[in-house]
């Protein structure tokens, strides 16, 4: 017998495709589609979510939510260039129907991530200057050091939330004793953003390692950290780790 969950994500999926052919609203359309797109790839059929999400977007071909959708689906399927390219044309199109805030969200989340996974460091100074928002701060303190330039003035320092974890990162790099703080914010994360987290458990344990201080509870942090974590280092960063 079939499992469960997947019976009833087939059941879903045949009620939406027979909502799909017979509906008639642009609007409702478009829903159902995002929709159908959405339980392709969360029942692993990668393949068949991209093609969906690209014969969408012949009919909307600026939607950001679409575009945003296959990029989620390329980078679940490890095409990471494609993904990139897709968060982008998001991004921009997300600007052109005056929809700022969607825009920088794509901009400092996927856009920024996978273009430093694939060390794109002209692509992430782009993003990372383009906006005055507390994560783009943090992100440019985080780049100076990646890219080996000089550090940047005039940086606010977080106090709260994503930007301040990253901080602490950067500051656990940059030598400060807040290696403590760094594992509770790994062991405290919030469901939102594994990315970020993975990128604060995989470099805490490299720090911890480079100054030779006990490394078991990032190893555990890493254990427990389960796919899908859409970041092009991370099977081999997590099996390096488990050694």
């Excluded at 945003?68 to 998001?90: I, K, Q």
């Excluded at 920088?104 to 002209?122: H, K, S, T």
């Excluded at 990253?166 to 509770?184: H, N």
Aim: proline share 6%; charged share 30%; aromatic share 6%.
């Amino acid at each position: 017998m079939g499992r469960p969950g997947r019976t009833s994500a087939w059941k879903e999926l045949l009620a939406l495709k027979a909502r799909i052919r017979s509906c008639g609203d642009s609007a409702e359309l478009s829903r159902l589609r995002k929709r159908e797109i959405g339980l392709l790839a969360k029942m692993g059929n990668l393949p068949e979510a991209a093609r969906r999400a690209r014969a969408a977007l012949e009919d909307e071909p600026h939607d950001p939510v679409l575009l945003s959708t296959l990029g989620d689906v390329l980078a679940r399927s490890e095409a990471w260039t494609e993904s990139l390219m897709a968060f982008r044309e998001a991004a921009g199109s997300a600007r052109e129907l005056g929809d700022e805030n969607r825009s920088e969200r794509i901009l400092l989340g996927p856009v920024y991530r996978i273009a430093e996974a694939l060390v794109l460091y002209d692509v992430c100074r782009q993003v990372a200057e383009s906006s005055g928002a507390e994560l783009a701060h943090a992100l440019r303190r985080r780049l100076a050091r990646l890219s080996r330039g000089a550090p940047p003035r005039g940086l606010h320092v977080p106090e709260t939330g994503l930007a301040s974890w990253i901080w602490c990162l950067e500051d656990c790099w940059a030598g400060s004793s807040r290696l403590p703080d760094l594992l509770d914010i790994a062991g405290e994360w919030p469901p939102s953003e594994p990315e970020w987290r993975w990128r604060v458990i995989a470099e805490g344990w490299r720090v911890s390692i480079g100054a030779g201080l006990p490394s078991g509870r990032w190893k555990r942090l890493a254990r427990d950290t389960q796919e899908p974590v859409l970041d092009p280092r991370f099977r081999a960063e997590r099996s390096e780790i488990l050694r």
